[in-house]
């Protein structure tokens, strides 16, 4: 990963992404066991391979999303009943095309 020379930041706890925000970052930690998996609260894929519950790596640029309840209201209002997390702010990383970033496992260390 590519990141005009700068090193990416490691992440490994949620106190760490606001300083980070659009920048390139490695996530290290274990994926929550969620309908939308995390990595140190960050919105991950984690489908191919699941790794909810199990130590993980992934690289990428890390973006943020605050949603109101104002927005949240507007959206019902003009669309009706969907699918929404409820108000907050939310990150997630991204590839260089904008994708969301696949996790993989934890190499693991050979002596």
Not at 40 to 62: F, H, M, Y
Not at 74 to 101: N, S
Request: proline share 8%; aromatic share 6%.
């Amino acid at each position: 990963m590519s990141s005009g020379g700068a090193a990416p930041i490691l992440i490994t706890d949620p106190a760490q992404l606001e300083s980070a925000v659009g920048l390139a970052v490695v996530l290290r930690g274990v994926v929550t066991q969620a309908k939308i998996p995390t990595l140190a609260g960050v919105d991950i894929e984690s489908s191919s391979p699941d790794l909810r519950g199990q130590a993980a790596t992934a690289s990428g640029w890390l973006r943020k999303t605050v949603v109101t309840q104002e927005e949240l209201d507007r959206e019902l209002k003009e669309k009706g009943i969907f699918g929404y997390r409820g108000p907050g702010t939310f990150y997630r990383l991204v590839d260089a095309d904008g994708w969301p970033v696949q996790v993989r496992p934890v190499p693991s260390r050979t002596p």
